[in-house]
C-alpha cells in the first residue's frame, strides 16, 4: 500500500473522528471557506500524488508494460502504433516485427492501441510510453478513423464515469473537449447537452481526484498482455454479399478535412513526439465500410501528405479479405489480421526511410 | 443499490426530501415505508414477495398471539409456529443447499450416492437480518415488552427499514416501534449527528476498507475478480498479510456499513444503537463479543443463550449453551461448515475465558485476545479447509514455500486499525469545536480525502452476503 494512501486514510480517520461543533446552523462564509478548503487540499492531494507517480490506470498500462518488456529484450529501433480496436484486432506487432526482420529492417513494432481510444485518450497513452519506455520510438504511427476525429468525448460511448474517461478530463482537455462541442462536433442540441453536461463532470471528477488514489494505487496492478487481441469467431454475421461489395467499393477520396480540433490534438500527439526525437506516421487497418477507408485516403493526399501515411484501399489486400475473416464489419479476426499484418510489413518497409 | 453508490445518494435525496416536505406522521411512516420496498427490489423485485411473507406472518403471529392470554397453550403454540415459520423460510432460502449437500457428502463417504438434485437456491439479500427482527418483534410481544401491532404497515415499516433492512444493525423491536410513534422536526443537530455517522462510515468503507479487497481476494480468492484461492503458491507472509488485512477489512467493512445505517436513520428522526465499539481494542474474548457486532451478539444472548438457560445450572451447562449459541451464531453467517468451525472456536475461546477468569494484564490480554481472532478470521474467510491449516501453519513460521507475494506496506493497516480505537475512544471525550471556521477547513479536507480515496467501483457490503 503507498505511503501517499495511508497518510490519506489515517488523516481522514482522524478527521472524521474528533470533527464535532459545539453548535448547529450554517452561513455562506462557512461553506465559501468549505468549498475553497476542499479545492486546496485536492489540490495538495493532486500535487503529492503526481509526486509519489500515483496516476488512474486503465488496460492500457497492461499493454504499455508489455510492449516495455519487449522494449527491454530487443534493443532495435521501436515502431509504436497508437489507434482503437481496429488496431487492436488487426495488427499482430510480434508477427510484424518478425516481417520486419525477415525483410532486412531491424525495428521492433509495439501495438498499444485500446478500444474506443478517443484522440484525447491516445496523447495520454502517447505521454505514458513517452514517460516510462526504456528510448523513445523511432516513429509512431496514428491511426486515423472518421468517428473518432468527429468526437472529441468519444470515450463517453464506451466507458464512462471510469477511471479512463475521468483521467482525459483535467482542466485544459475540458475546456478543449468544451471548446470542440461548442465548434459543432456534436449532433444535435440534444447530444451537445449530454455531452458538455458529461465532460463538465468528468472535469469535475478529475479535478476533486475523485477516485484517484484508490485507482492508482489499491486495485492490483493492471494485468500486462499485449494490445493485439486475435479473434477466432466472429461477433456477427457479416453477409458475404455485403462484404464482397464493401469491400470492392472504390468511392472517391474525403475531399475535405479533420475537424480544428481533431487536427490541433493531433498536433500535439506529433510535437510530443517530435520533441523526443521521433518520427510521425499516420495509418488505418482495412474495414468493410469504403467510406472509413476513403477518409484516409483523402487525408493521405492532402493533410498526411508530407507522412509516411497508410491507407487501405489496395486492390490485392482487400480482395485478400473478402473471406471469412471479419469479426464484425469493422474488425478482423486473427487469419484477416495475419493477411492485414504481412501486407503492412511491406507498406513500412517501402514507407520508412 | 449500496451506500457507496452514486445511484444510493440519489435516492437518498429524494426520500429525503420527500419525507420532510410532506406532512403527517402517517404519510412519513408511508414514504419511509415505499422507499424501503423501493430499495429492496431495486436488488431484486421478485424477492419482495418473501419479505412480504415475512412480515405478515409475523404481523399475524403477533395478533393473533395477542389476542390469547399470557400462558395460553394456544397462543403458544401460535407463537412457536411464527417463530418456526420465519427460521423455515431462513432455512429453506439459505441452508437447505448446504444441507443437502452436507448430507450427500456424507451418504458418499459410506458409499451411497444420493439420488436428490443439486439445490441451487439464490440467497435473497439480507434475509439473515430481516428474519431476526421478525422473530425479535414475536418475541417481544410474546414477553410483553411491546403490544401486538395492529397495523402491517407498521410491522411492514420496521422489518423492511432501508438504512438497516440488508446488513443490520439488528434493531430490536422495543425500540423501533415507539419511535414510529413520535413526532420529528428536521433539526440542524439531526443533521450534524446523522453526517458525522455517515461521513465515518463512508472513511471505514471507502476510504479504508475497499482497498484492502485487493490484498485479500488474490490470495484467498474471490469469484467476482481472481476465481479461485491461491494459497498453495502465496508465501508465508503473503498469507500472514493478507489474513491482517482480512481482519481490519471486515471490520471497517461491516462498522462502516453500520455507521452509515445509523446516519441515514438518524436522517429521518430514527435511531439505531452502535453496532461496533472498537473490537480490536478488547483484553478477553467476552470483551471482545461486547464490542463487535453488538446487535447479533446481544440477539443471540436475548433470544438464544439465555432462553437457553445461559450461565444458569453450573459449568456443564453453561458451556453447552455458550458452544450452542456461538456454533449458531456462526452458521447464521454462511451455510458453510467453515463458518461453523468460527462460530465453534469462539464458543470454546468463550467457555476458556469463563473457565479462567483471572485477569491477565491489559497487554498480555490484548494480545492473546487479538491473536486468537485473527486466527479464527481465518476459517472465517477461508473457501476449504485444507486452505485454513495452510494459513495456520504459516503463522507457525515452519511453512516454506510459494512465490506469490504481497506488498510489505499492508502491515502498515495495523497502525491505521490501532489509530481508529484510540483516536476513536478518546474522541468520545473530546470537546466539540467552538470555532465554525476550523470545523469547515477540517470537513473540507476530509471530504477531499475521502473523494480521493472513494472507489469508483462500488464493492458490496462483506456482511450483504450473509
Known sequence: MNFLVLIVMAAALLLAHVLRLSRTGVRVRHLIVFSLTIVLAAGVIRFFAAEAGLERRSPYDGFLADAIARMDADPAPVVAFIGASYSRNALDDRRLTAALKGAGRDMLAVNLSLEGASLQERTEHLRRLLDRAPRAPAIVFFEIAPEFDADPVYVFQVAKFSDRAINQFAPVQTFRALQSLAAGACAGMAACVQSAGLTLAHGGMDALNIGLLYASSARRPAEVRPSYDPQDAPREDVDAARRAAGLADRPAPFEGAPPGWASAERARQFAMVKAAGGEVGVYFPPVIEPDKRAYIAGLCETVFADLPCIAPGDPALLSALDGPVWYDARHLMREGADTFTDWLAGRLDAALP | MIFTDAIFFAFLAVVFAAHWLLRGREVRLGVLLVASLVFYGWWNWKLLGLLGLVVVLSWLTAKLAAQRPAGDRVRRRILIAGIGGNLLVLAAFKYAGFFAESARAALAAFGIEAGWPLLNIILPMGISFYVFQAISYIVDVARGQLPAEQRLRRVALYIAFFPQLVAGPIVRAASFFPQMERDRRLTGALLASGARAFLLGLVYKAGIADHLAPFVDPIFGDARIVGDSAVSEATSLALIGATMAFGALIYFDFAGYSLMAIGVARWFGYYIPKNFDYPYSAISLQDFWRRWHISLSSWLRDYLYIPLGGNRGGAMKTSRNLMATMVLGG??????????????????????????????????GLILTQVFVLLTWVPFRAESFGDVLEVWWAFTGLRGGGTMGITPGIFAVAGIVALDALV???????????????????????????????????????????
Do not use: C, S
Not at chain 2, 334 to 363: Q, S
Not at chain 2, 430 to 457: F, Q, T
Open chain 2, 424 to 466: 476513536g475512544r478518546k474522541a468520545r471525550r473530546l470537546k466539540p469545536l467552538r470555532d465554525p471556521l476550523l470545523y469547515w477547513i477540517g470537513l473540507g479536507v476530509l471530504v477531499a480525502a475521502i473523494l480521493a480515496l472513494y472507489p469508483l467501483e462500488a464493492a458490496p457490503f462483506v456482511y450483504f452476503q450473509f
Open chain 2, 331 to 364: 452458521l447464521w453467517h454462511g451455510a458453510a461448515w467453515t463458518f461453523v468451525v468460527w462460530g465453534a472456536m469462539h464458543g470454546a475461546g468463550l467457555i476458556v475465558n469463563r473457565l479462567f477468569r483471572r485477569p491477565l494484564g491489559w497487554a498480555l
